[in-house]
Nanobody
């Protein structure tokens, strides 16, 4: 099974940016789609962005236009660039294979007003 290690989180002010990274232990993915998920306090974990093996990306409505998902040429590192961060973006962010989600430690993002 593929394991992901997320990094890049931190404490920022509203309006600032962060870039998250996650590194996969291997590239033999079971899914054609890798997603970034967010678990905000008191809420269920939800996908915020996804990228397919072909490079097609999709976003949750509440991050569209602010977040950009990408991957490196080797296909083993995935990025989430987050611009114009809002307090409601606060949460723990995880990478996982879509439909085969197994959760790592995640990376905490905290956005202060």
């Amino acid at each position: 099974q593929v394991r992901f290690v997320e990094s890049g989180g931190g404490l920022v002010h509203a309006g600032e940016s962060l870039i998250l990274s996650c590194v996969a232990s291997e590239t033999r993915f079971r899914s054609d789609v890798i997603g970034w998920y967010r678990q905000s306090p008191g809420e269920l974990r939800k996908m915020v962005a996804a990228i397919s093996t072909s490079g097609r990306s999709n976003y949750a409505d509440n991050v569209k236009g602010r977040f950009t998902i990408s991957k490196n040429a080797a296909g083993n590192t995935f990025f989430l660039r987050m611009n114009d961060l809002k307090p409601e973006d606060t949460g723990v962010y995880y990478c996982a294979e879509y439909l085969y989600e197994e959760w790592g430690q995640g990376t905490q993002v905290t956005v202060s007003p």
